[in-house]
């Protein structure tokens, strides 16, 4: 290329950065609303009115109403992170609730029984949780809206030592934290 070419492409360059420096900047007006309405009009009630629920809609009051999402616990078989086919109904209800609700947020806590190593029970604890989670989104929940966290052994609601206590320590608990 000759320098008069150069020059020119350098030109071309520099003028296109500044059209596009110069459209970025400009100012862009912005349509103010109309002022809210201070004071009743013509005799209307001044308490505010709460925004009404799409039909079919989860509430918070529904936590602890509807029997689906009343049950809060999955359960699992012994060494198995994988959902079982009975708990799918629960896991469709919380999702639901999710959609309907995007400001609450659930912790998943996983859990195992006292058999196996802690370091092998808080894993299994939290293959199941994710288990849950993953779960949960297949069915429409958003993943900022999940927490996961392994327990392991450390927190049975059961500590006999048999195969009807353990199976009750392999479970996720489904923990809203926000509703």
Known sequence: MKTSAKHVVRLLFVAAL???AAVGCSKKTVKE???AQTGPV????TTPIAETP???AYTPADLETDSCLRQ???YFDLDQDALKPEFQSIIACHAKYLRDRPSA???LEGNADERGSREYNLGLGERRANAVSSALQANGASPTQLTVISYGEER???TESNEACWSQNRRVELVYTAK
């Not at 013509?42 to 009630?45: E, I, L, N, V």
């Open 42 to 45: 013509g005799g209307a009630s």
């Open 72 to 74: 809060r616990v999955v």
């Open 105 to 107: 947020r659930l912790r």
């Open 156 to 158: 049975p609601v059961c």
């Open 18 to 20: 500044a059209s596009t």
């Open 54 to 56: 799409r039909p079919g």
């Open 33 to 35: 609303p109309p002022p």
